[in-house]
C-alpha cells in the first residue's frame, strides 16, 4: 500500500481513467442532443448494448472492426428510431419508453447471440481496435504516456466535444435545437419542424449511443457477453445532469466517472483489504450523487421530458 502512488500507479490509473470515460461520453454526447432538444433518452443503456452486440457481429462476419463500429452505429440509430417514434411521434411517456427500450436490448441481444453463436462456454472473440501511438506527442513525458497511446475511438470521442459545442453555440442548427428544447411552440412558430428536430437528435443519441457501446466490446475487450454495459448507460444520463448539458460539462463529468471505475480496479488489484463489492459501488455512488442534485443545482432544457402537441 505504501507505494500505491507512485509515478507508474498514477500514469497507469490515468490512462484507464481516460479509457473507462469514454463509452460514458459517447452515450453521454448522444444524451445531450437528445436532451437538448427536449426528449429524455433514459434507452442509452439499451442502445449502447445493441451497439457493443451488433460490432461484435459486424466484426465477426467481416474481420474489420471498422466495419464492426459502422454496424453497431447504424443498429444504435435503429433502436433510436424506434425510440423517437414512440416517444416523439406517439408520444408515450419517455421515462416509461426508455425503460422499454432498455429490455428490449437486454432480449434481443440474448437471443440473437445465441442464435448465432450458439449456446458458448467461453465468448466468441473478434477483431479489435489496438492502441496507436501519435508520433512526436506520445513520446511526451507522462503525458504522452497518458493521452496518446490510446484507440483510434479514445481521439474520436475527445474529437467529437469541441465539434458538438461548436454545433450548439456556433450554428443555426444549435440554435434551432436549443430552441426546441427551451420554447418548442416558439420554434414551431417560426417555422422549425419541431418533431424532425427532436427525432434527428434522438437518431444522433443512439448513434453515439451504439459508438459507445462498440467501444466496449471492441475497444476495452473483443467479445460479448450478457448485459456487458453494466449501467453505463445510466451513468452516461447522470454525466448529462452533472455536466449542465454543455459538451465540455459533459466531458468532465465522464472522467470523473472514469477516475472513479479507474481507481476501484486499481485499488482491488493492489490487494487491499476492503470488500470489492463495496469498491464495485464507488462509481455508481457517484452517479446518485450526481442525480440527486448533491454536485449543484442545474437547470434543465425548459421542455424536458415534455411531448410538444401542437
Known amino acids: 500500500m505504501k507505494d500505491i502512488f507512485n509515478i507508474t500507479f498514477l500514469i497507469a490509473l490515468l490512462s484507464a481513467s481516460i479509457r473507462l470515460s469514454v463509452p460514458i461520453l459517447f452515450a453521454a454526447l448522444g444524451g445531450m442532443y437528445s436532451e437538448k432538444s427536449g426528449v429524455v433518452n433514459i434507452g442509452l443503456e439499451g442502445m449502447m448494448l445493441v451497439g457493443a452486440f451488433a460490432g461484435v457481429v459486424g466484426s465477426y462476419f467481416t474481420g474489420s472492426y471498422w466495419i464492426g463500429t459502422i454496424v453497431a452505429v447504424l443498429s444504435g440509430m435503429l433502436i433510436a428510431a424506434l425510440f423517437a417514434l414512440i416517444t416523439v411521434k406517439i408520444k408515450i411517456n419517455q421515462i416509461v419508453s426508455g425503460v422499454a427500450i432498455n429490455l428490449l436490448a437486454v432480449g434481443i441481444t440474448s437471443f440473437f447471440y445465441r442464435a448465432l453463436f450458439g449456446i458458448t462456454t467461453v465468448p466468441i472473440t473478434v477483431n479489435a481496435f489496438s492502441p496507436v501511438s501519435i508520433p512526436i506527442l ?3 513525458p507522462i503525458i504522452g504516456e497518458i493521452l496518446f497511446k490510446q484507440t483510434a475511438l479514445v481521439y474520436i470521442a475527445f474529437i467529437l466535444v469541441p465539434i458538438s459545442h461548436y454545433i450548439f453555440y456556433k450554428t443555426s442548427l444549435g440554435l434551432n435545437i436549443r430552441t426546441v428544447g427551451e420554447h418548442p411552440m416558439a ?111 442545474t437547470t434543465s432544457p425548459k421542455a424536458l421530458g415534455t411531448p410538444y402537441e401542437k
Do not use: H
Not at 187 to 201: F, H, N, Y
Not at 227 to 254: C, D, E, H, Q, Y
Open 138 to 140: 506520445s513520446d511526451i
Open 187 to 297: 420554434a414551431d412558430t417560426v417555422g422549425i419542424p419541431v418533431e424532425k428536430v427532436r427525432t434527428a437528435c434522438v437518431l444522433i443519441s443512439g448513434a453515439l449511443a451504439g459508438l459507445g457501446g462498440s467501444f466496449l466490446s471492441l475497444g476495452q475487450f473483443n467479445m460479448f457477453v450478457d448485459n456487458m454495459v453494466s449501467g453505463r448507460g445510466f451513468i452516461a444520463v447522470a454525466a448529462v445532469i452533472f455536466g449542465k448539458w454543455s459538451p465540455t460539462g459533459v466531458l468532465m463529468a465522464s472522467l470523473i466517472f472514469g477516475v472513479a471505475d479507474a481507481l476501484q480496479i486499481r485499488i482491488q488489484m493492489s490487494g487491499v483489504s476492503i470488500p470489492y463489492q463495496f469498491l464495485l459501488m464507488f462509481p455508481y455512488i457517484l452517479t446518485v450523487v450526481a442525480v440527486t442534485g448533491i454536485v449543484g443545482r
